[in-house]
Structures are given as C-alpha cells and as structure tokens.
C-alpha cells in the first residue's frame, strides 16, 4: 500500500517560513520524480517544485527563490522549504510521486496539508 503523507503545514505571517515534509512508503523512493503541487480555493492546482530521482530541480517562477525542495532517499522523505512566505502562497499543499517508464506511467498523492498566509 503506497503511502505518502505530508506534514508542517499551518498559519504564519507574511515573511515568515514553513517545512513541509512527505514521507513515502511502499514505493521504491529513490526511482520516483518528487514534487510539490498547491491548490488554493476556486483555482486550478499547480506545479510549485520538484525533484527527479537524479537530484535535479525545478520551480514554479512565482516561488523560485524564496522556495527549496530536497530529498532523503535513505529516509524515504522529501521537503519542501518555503521562506519568505507572501500570502498569494496561501493553499493546500500536496506531495506527488511519479514514475515514468515509455509509456508505463505511476503517481501517487497525498492528502495535502494546508499552508495559510497572513497579511
């Protein structure tokens, strides 16, 4: 049973920071592409980072420097740093794992965790 489950989300300040973390089990981690995804009410979810299996990364332009994601394979974890938080970042936040192989495709999803930015 695939399992990824995501955690550190809550309220902070403007310019303020958050980690969030997905721990993923029943996968084989160190294959699978990671990302990050947000969905804020009444929009569509979108891509915010990612991390290939090889360790390259990959960021939405609106979060490209305020935000770092990274990979423990020994852990079986991935995480995403937000610093200077802006209340546009407000969402719910999910983990996603991908395997892409020809045309064999496997994701999973969490069940998200919710960020909230005050002004």
């Known amino acids: 049973q695939v399992q990824l489950v995501e955690s550190g989300g809550g309220l902070v300040q403007a310019g303020g920071s958050l980690r969030l973390s997905c721990a993923a089990s029943g996968i084989t981690f160190s294959v699978y592409a990671m990302g990050w995804y947000r969905q804020a009410p009444g929009k569509q979810r979108e891509p915010v980072a990612s991390i290939t299996s090889g360790g390259t990364t990959n960021y939405a332009p609106s979060v490209k420097g305020r935000f770092t994601i990274s990979r423990d394979n020994a852990k079986n974890m991935v995480v995403l740093q937000m610093n200077s938080l802006k209340p546009d970042d407000t969402a719910v936040y999910y983990c996603?794992?991908?395997?892409?192989?020809?045309?064999?495709?496997?994701?999973?999803w969490g069940q998200g965790t919710q960020v909230t930015v005050s002004s």
């Open positions: 996603n794992a991908l395997l892409t192989m020809g045309s064999l495709k496997s994701e999973y």
